[in-house]
């Protein structure tokens, strides 16, 4: 788990400051290593074996492939915050907060989707090890990016 983690944070250090053609590629690899990190964790610590592993990492897949779509979004966004930032009106903030609270409401609603689909086909308990383990994933990314970035205003 440190692992992802400090990839984690390497990764978003990186992407913040990389130009924006290369920042697709950048996106991606960074999101293929951290995936493959970030299922090692998972797999240990779910502990699932036989058939019902690889009906989980079947729709755990799917739900990687939503999140990252998410995760590319939210990178775009706060580099148009960080290119914006100096220039920032009450409108561009405003745009800005409403794509933030709607990536943070799609995020949430996506876990909730496939906790119910891991719950229906793995049980109440590894669904909420599921749930668990993103909702720590999620609340840490989103400190690495706060502690990264200056408040509003806070730069003149």
């Known amino acids: 788990m440190k692992r992802v983690l400090i990839i984690?944070?390497?990764a978003f250090a990186g992407v913040l400051t990389s130009n924006a053609q290369?920042?697709?590629?950048?996106?991606?690899?960074i999101q293929s290593l951290f995936g493959m990190e970030k299922k090692a964790a998972v797999a240990a610590f779910l502990e699932l074996e036989g058939a019902s592993a690889d009906a989980f990492w079947e729709l755990y897949e799917a739900y990687e492939t939503d999140?990252?779509?998410l995760g590319k979004r939210r990178i775009d966004l706060l580099n148009n915050y960080a290119e914006e930032y100096l220039e920032l009106d009450d409108a561009k903030t405003e745009e800005i907060m409403?794509?933030?609270?709607?990536?943070?409401?799609?995020?949430?609603?996506?876990?909730?989707?496939?906790?119910?689909?891991v719950k229906k086909s793995h049980g109440v308990k590894t669904a909420t090890q599921f749930f668990q383990i993103?909702?720590?994933?999620?609340?840490?990314?989103?400190t690495i990016i706060f502690s990264s970035i200056p408040f509003v205003g806070e730069i003149e």
Do not use: P
């Not at 933030?100 to 689909?117: E, F, G, R």
């Not at 993103?134 to 989103?142: N, V």
């Open 8 to 10: 984690l944070t390497i």
């Open 22 to 29: 290369t920042q697709n590629e950048e996106i991606d690899i």
């Open 67 to 69: 999140r990252k779509a």
């Open 98 to 117: 409403k794509e933030t609270i709607a990536l943070s409401q799609s995020y949430d609603k996506l876990i909730v989707k496939y906790y119910k689909k």
């Open 134 to 142: 993103e909702s720590y994933l999620k609340s840490y990314i989103r």
